[in-house]
Antibody
Framework: QVQLQESGPGLVKPSETLSLTCTVS????????WSWIRQPPGKGLEWIGY???????NYNPSLKSRVTISVDTSKNQFSLKLSSVTAADTAVYYC??????????????????WGKGTTVTVSS | DIQMTQSPSSVSASVGDRVTITCRAS??????LAWYQQKPGKAPKLLIY???SLQSGVPSRFSGSGSGTDFTLTISSLQPEDFATYYC????????FGPGTKVDIK
């Protein structure tokens, strides 16, 4: 069965760029949408954005100016970059398969496979 | 953005109880709604999608209903492994989640 694993630095300095990678195993990254979601300590879930294997993306409007999601189909990976981070970006970051259809105006899908999550702390 | 609210924010229940959680969308979302279960330190798990469709492998004691703006998740007979936090998520536009409902032991 498909499994997802997040990887990347657990500590990022304020104003720097957070970079995470999600590796998909047990299946192909093709034909699905893939999302990043985060959860600040003790709080709820926030969708960050999605990417299709073809490279099309869209992002949460509240984060759009700082987010880039990319895909490397040869490695079965997709990645997240979040620039100019502050303490408010401290969270557990999850990658997830999004089963459905996403476009430039909507993402009608459900996150049916999740990674275990990785904690990222923003601190000097 | 479509805002999601949930009630109650927490509920105390006993094994065997019937538990109902409500989710409301700030505008109509047809049946574009999912429910997730999250246990401490774990990733969320998809339980219900399209408001009432049971995800593969999820016990039949979980059920979902509703359309438009009002939705419910029902656990017909609470089991020890069901103590967790439950989130709704709308999929009518870009995904947004409810604030969560914590189900704990009475």
């Amino acid at each position: 069965q498909v499994q997802l694993q997040e990887s990347g630095p657990g500590l990022v300095k304020p104003s720097e760029t957070l970079s995470l990678t999600c590796t998909v195993s047990g299946g192909s990254i093709s034909s699905y949408y893939w999302s990043w979601i985060r959860q600040p300590p003790g709080k709820g879930l926030e969708w960050i954005g999605y990417i299709y294997y073809s490279g099309s993306t869209n992002y949460n409007p509240s984060l759009k100016s700082r987010v880039t999601i990319s895909v490397d189909t040869s490695k079965n990976q997709f990645s997240l970059k979040l620039s100019s981070v502050t303490a408010a970006d401290t969270a557990v970051y999850y990658c997830a398969r999004t089963n459905g259809y996403c476009s430039s105006t909507s993402c009608r899908g459900y996150m049916d496979v999740w990674g275990k999550g990785t904690t990222v702390t923003v601190s000097s | 953005d479509i805002q999601m609210t949930q009630s109650p924010s927490s509920v105390s229940a006993s094994v065997g109880d019937r538990v109902t959680i409500t989710c409301r969308a700030s505008q109509g979302i047809s049946s574009w709604l999912a429910w997730y279960q999250q246990k401490p330190g774990k990733a969320p798990k998809l339980l219900i999608y399209a408001a009432s469709s049971l995800q593969s492998g999820v016990p039949s004691r979980f059920s979902g209903s509703g359309s438009g703006t009002d939705f419910t998740l029902t656990i017909s007979s609470l089991q020890p492994e069901d103590f967790a936090t439950y989130y709704c998520q709308q999929a009518n536009s870009f995904p947004t989640f409810g604030p969560g409902t914590k189900v704990d032991i009475k």
